[in-house]
């Protein structure tokens, strides 16, 4: 158990002197009133506008002030850095403007926008290694070559410097806000902006309550906060790419652990409702970690109402190609999108009876996989049906089973239907 008295907490003068470093590398970023929500809400709303840097979010303040704290022989023969996208992209336009090498490893899976906006940052300062499923991997692989070569990491949330720059945002509230902030609503991934923003909040707004979001499927400093200690989750759900680990920092679990008021988690389908509102109705391009300060509003429509309100909108390298996966997650979440085993009668106007005696005005089938068999009694095919209103799911089931078309529901059996999503 470390000593409480030992434990790092990020000063107001170090977070301050960061901001000094960024100036000219960082925007201020506005924060600015978002009229749809505090009429929603009924609060005053909002919204700190990180997914508006250059970089497309908050992570070149950590990365710049990190790499810029080194010195000429810790930095000759290059840096390394492991993310899963944002961070790698602070750390590239980081070395490129430093002119410093950097090596990059990112999971596999990463967004292929992500992947192509960290070489365009960088340009011929870093180079990009693609290894691993998860964060998790790509920071071992890391590790290795930090070792081998002896090369510095910078790591994208348990450091001290990368914690004092990512507090400049929560500087910047303070500064910017010309009324107390009742409420702070931030995301948390490793911990590194929470840790920051945190620190420097409760040192100058210290009645601000801070509310940390993590991803339900993935909710490391959630589990560590309620244990007591640093937990380590053995499986995560990766949707959420920008704040998706298994485990947090030492460093930021103790900070978060005394300066965050709340942490709550969201559900991925939620902040895919929440990607799509803000884009159809607000022209805001998010990414998923993105807008998860928002989505977990509802949560929270009562203490905050009447109240001064600050959401962190903290990225937007969104990949287009994700987009039919961010509707589908959605419309899932909505009870809106599901999947059946039909079994169709071996006879002629099957298909049509199904079509047009078992479906509903509104329903729309997105998927239809079927081969036909011979000698069967009955052929199955799986079935995939937008429903327009959630309460028409309980009559299409009862006139699946009464015509004999009903094989079985796929969106509660877990191994079936991770084959669909």
Known sequence: MKDPQTTYIPSVEAIQAAAEKLKGIASVSPLEKHIRFSEKYQCNMLFKREDLQQVRSYKIRGAY?????LSYDETKNGIIC???????????????????????????PTPNQKVEQVKMFGKAYVEVVL??????????EAMEECKKYGKPLVHPFNDSKVIEGQGTVGLEIIQQSNVPID???????????????SSVVKALSPKTKIIGV??????????????????????????????????????????CKKYLDVMTTVHEGKICQTILEMYNKDAIVAEPAGVMSIAALDSFKNEIKGKNVVCLVSGSNNDITRTSEIEERALLYANLKHYFIIKFPQRPGALR??????????????HFEYTKKVNRENEVAVVGIQLKDQEDLKPLITKLKARNFFGDYINDKPDLFQLMV
């Open 82 to 108: 492991a993310s899963a996208g944002n961070h790698a992209q602070g750390v590239a336009l980081s070395c490129n403007l430093l002119k410093i090498k950097g090596t990059i490893y990112m999971p596999a």
């Open 131 to 140: 290894v691993g499923d998860t964060f998790d991997d790509s920071f071992l």
């Open 353 to 366: 009876e199904f079509v047009v005696d078992v479906l509903g005005p509104n329903d729309d089938i997105t």
């Open 65 to 69: 002030n990190k790499i810029s704290s």
């Open 214 to 255: 993590e991803p339900a499927g993935a909710p490391s400093m959630s589990k560590s906060i309620d244990s007591g200690e640093l937990m380590k989750l053995s499986q995560i759900e990766k949707f959420v790419d920008g704040a998706s680990v298994k485990q947090v920092g030492d460093l930021t679990f103790e900070i």
């Open 183 to 197: 409420y702070i609503f931030i995301p948390v991934g490793g911990g590194g902006l929470a840790s920051g923003l």
